[in-house]
């Protein structure tokens, strides 16, 4: 696939043939080094060490859902960044939330951002939510031989299914078997005590304002057990990523709207540093 054309002005005739909708079949045909999976790695002994991030939470409400994750990534015992994003806009329509191996991880999703641009400008038409979650999950399978070297990337997947008007959520796992989850999800390594949180907190009939809260209630649990999840952390103004979903499209909370929700949590907690004993929504 290598432009030999620099005088003609003209692109390579592999981008000049018409093909698969699909941009990963596109790149596996032309250059399919380029694709993570395909990628060989030098032996090694043990589980090779690398950023992780972890937490990812989301939560549907009427009219939407709600993805969000905390900003910690760690090397082992270390805090290998206090910053990291692990949410990003798939299209208009959907979100993913990274956890796993942090470059491996934003890596698929940059993939997966425009094998979705690549099917629209080919096909005229979007991808159905259906059928990004199922695009998703190939992507996760192809790197099953990473995932066995202990560079494993299990995302979180979110969006507004616009056919059936509802907001919808997608878990995964390193093989790239996926599973809708119903009302909320979590993954990572404090999913088990964000989705205690969620269990306690979740209605049916959470306003979006709710919605937000609930996740970042949760991840201020979460970080409450896990050591490898970052809590809001004011001293540095660093706060969760939040987003919402809605047929207006994808909308990320700015950082005075999340931290707004985070010291309003804080400032709860200090009124009961036990505990909510009653519902904090």
Not at 69 to 82: H, K, L, P, Y
Not at 101 to 115: C, D, P
Not at 150 to 173: M, N, W
Not at 236 to 252: C, H, K, L, M, W
Request: no cysteine; aromatic share 6%; net charge negative.
């Amino acid at each position: 696939m290598e432009a030999n054309s620099r005088g003609t002005g003209r692109l390579p005739a592999a981008f000049l043939t018409p093909g698969s909708s699909s941009f990963m079949d596109f790149l596996a045909e032309h250059q399919p080094e380029l694709l993570p999976g395909n990628r060989q790695l030098p032996p090694t002994q043990g589980v090779i060490e690398a950023p992780h991030g972890t937490t990812i939470v989301a939560v549907t409400f009427p009219g939407g859902v709600v993805l969000a994750g905390d900003r910690r990534a760690t090397m082992g015992n270390v805090i290998a960044q206090r910053d990291i994003e692990k949410v990003f806009p798939a299209d208009e329509y959907s979100a993913v939330g990274i956890a796993g191996t942090a470059g491996l991880a934003v890596e698929m999703v940059k993939l997966f951002q425009l094998e979705l641009e690549h099917f629209e400008k080919v096909e005229g038409a979007q991808l159905s939510l259906e059928g990004k979650a199922n695009r998703l999950s190939t992507m996760i399978r192809s790197n099953l031989g990473m995932a066995m070297q202990g560079l494993a990337v299990v995302p979180l997947f979110a969006g507004y299914d616009v056919d059936r008007a509802k907001g919808r959520i997608f878990s995964y796992d390193v093989t790239g078997g996926r599973t809708e989850e119903r009302g909320f999800a979590a993954t990572g390594s404090g999913s088990v005590f964000a989705r205690g949180a969620m269990k306690k907190l979740y209605r049916d009939d959470l306003s979006e304002a709710d919605a937000t809260t609930l996740v970042v209630q949760a991840l201020y649990d979460a970080a409450d057990d896990d050591s490898a999840t970052g809590g809001p952390d004011v001293a540095r103004r660093i706060y969760p990523i939040v987003t919402v979903i809605t047929e207006d499209g994808f909308r990320r909370l700015t950082e005075d709207e999340s931290s707004e929700i985070a010291r309003s949590i804080l400032e709860r907690r200090l009124e009961q540093p036990d505990g909510p004993r009653a519902a904090l929504l």
